[in-house]
């Protein structure tokens, strides 16, 4: 995908960063539970996609994901697809804060 097109399939309220190659984004927790969580359920959507996703901890509470298609080095509608699994579930581990 061009960039352009990776950029106009993330949509126009995305949160992801595009590049050439890559899709990334930061995600921040109010603690470390709910970082192992995201990282647990990450981890459970990159194996049913068969994707590798990258994940760095930059600290206990921020997490970024860096999502490409390794085979190909470049981003694809599966990436794109797994990045908006992403968004769905850091959402909910927001809606669970008291």
């Known amino acids: 995908m061009t960039l ?5 399939a993330l949509g126009p309220d995305t949160k992801w960063d595009a ?29 049913r996609y068969h994707n590798k996703s990258d994940l760095f901890v930059q600290s206990y509470n921020n997490i970024k994901v860096l999502l490409t298609t390794e085979a190909i080095s470049d981003v694809t509608m599966q990436d794109i697809e797994i990045s908006r699994r992403i968004d769905e579930i850091y959402d909910d581990i927001v809606s669970k804060r008291g």
């Open 4 to 8: 352009e097109e990776i950029k106009k």
């Open 19 to 47: 590049f050439e190659s890559s899709i990334s984004r930061n995600f921040k927790f109010e603690n470390k539970n709910e970082a192992h969580e995201f990282m647990a359920r990450v981890g459970e959507v990159s194996e």
